[in-house]
T-cell receptor, first 118, second 114 residues
Framework: GAVVSQHPSRVICKSGTSVKIECRSL??????MFWYRQFPKQSLMLMAT?????????EQGVEKDKFLINHASLTLSTLTVTSAHPEDSSFYIC??????????????FGDGTRLSIL | AQSVTQPDIHITVSEGASLELRCNYS??????LFWYVQSPGQGLQLLLK??????LVQGIKGFEAEFKRSQSSFNLRKPSVHWSDAAEYFC????????????FGKGTRLSVIA
């Protein structure tokens, strides 16, 4: 089945540090990847849609300069949290859509990254 | 606007008992519906999906869900719950070509007691 690898699984760092999270589709090409954020005991909120070779589309209220997204290839999207602060602490999850002509397919999720900013 | 409502925040069932998790959606077009399960600190695993066709869909781990357009519902069921089913369950809706982000419900936490 389709596998999405997200790395790292957990990050603890000091305030002001920039953190990069990688989302890779291991056995399929993903033209579209989504980045979600999940606060404790809450649902997933879409942050941005990442399309290969183009700029990401951010949801309202999400700071583009704060959360940099790069989708440089069909198998890799990265989310960089720049100058992270404690309020950025959260669980970040990516998902990927397989590049399949026609038909419908579900999103495949990574295992998430727990980001803790001290 | 798209939305998903999971009315039950927390459900507790006995092992071996049947389970039904409720999900209602609001969507302007033909919805694509999903149920995902999340264990603590983990990502999401797809249980099942509905795109079209038979309104009763079978998923992994013995789960099934029924799409009822008239009720805008997509309830998840399992005839006999196992202790390992304890987790958070999310209903989600998407649409169009499938190339759209999902809108998630707030989740239902399932606890299983002996």
């Amino acid at each position: 089945g389709a596998v999405v690898s997200q790395h790292p699984s957990r990050v603890i760092c000091k305030s002001g540090t920039s953190v990069k999270i990688e989302c890779r589709s291991l056995d399929f090409q993903a033209t579209t990847m989504f980045w979600y954020r999940q606060f404790p005991k809450q649902s997933l909120m879409l942050m941005a849609t990442s399309n290969e070779g183009s700029k990401a589309t951010y949801e309202q209220g999400v700071e583009k300069d704060k959360f940099l997204i790069n989708h440089a290839s069909l198998t890799l999207s990265t989310l960089t949290v720049t100058s992270a602060h404690p309020e950025d602490s959260s669980f970040y999850i990516c998902s990927a859509l397989a590049r399949i002509k026609g038909g419908n397919q579900p999103q495949h999720f990574g295992d998430g990254t727990r980001l803790s900013i001290l | 606007a798209q939305s998903v409502t999971q009315p039950d925040i927390h459900i507790t069932v006995s092992e071996g008992a049947s389970l039904e998790l409720r999900c209602n959606y609001s969507y302007g077009a033909t919805p694509y519906l999903f149920w995902y399960v999340q264990s603590p600190g983990q990502g999401l695993q797809l249980l099942l999906k509905y795109f079209s066709g038979d309104t009763l869909v079978q998923g992994i781990k013995g789960f099934e869900a029924e799409f009822k357009r008239s009720q805008s519902s997509f309830n998840l069921r399992k005839p006999s719950v196992h202790w390992s089913d304890a987790a958070e369950y999310f209903c989600a809706v998407g649409g169009g070509s499938g190339n759209t982000p999902l809108v998630f419900g707030k989740g239902t936490r399932l606890s299983v007691i002996a």
